[in-house]
């Protein structure tokens, strides 16, 4: 098992944050990938933060968003498409949302449309 498995949302929250509001953009759009995503809403994502939910917590309770299979790139070298564990791709999968989004990539790129 991977060890950003059992890592909380809550310690990585602050570097996606970080990463976004560096390159100029908002917590609001790094919520609102977030929240395309998985499903979960502000109030659960504030929970989340505070409970120390696990990564492996977080995507076992979200609702992964049917085009999320639409996410494709490069993160860390390693193409999201093509990652094997299931869990370790929803991981990916949201480290290039975040990329993205301190890209400045559109919105309506990021969150794909089939």
């Known amino acids: 098992m991977h060890r950003v498995f059992t890592t909380a949302v809550s310690a990585v929250y602050p570097h996606y944050l970080t990463k976004v509001e560096r390159k100029g953009h908002t917590r609001a759009e790094l919520d609102e ?3 395309w995503l998985t499903g979960y809403d502000r109030a659960d994502l504030e929970r989340i933060l505070a409970d120390g939910t696990t990564f492996e917590e977080f995507f076992a309770g979200a609702t ?3 085009n999320a ?4 790139g490069t993160i860390c070298g390693v193409r999201v498409q093509e ?3 299931p869990l370790m791709q929803k991981i990916r999968y949201l480290d290039l949302l975040v ?6 990539k559109k919105m309506e790129k990021i969150l794909r449309q089939a």
């Open 33 to 35: 990938v977030i929240a």
């Open 64 to 66: 992964l968003n049917p």
């Open 69 to 72: 299979a639409l996410i494709t």
């Open 83 to 85: 990652v094997e564990d």
């Open 99 to 104: 990329d993205e989004v301190a890209r400045g």
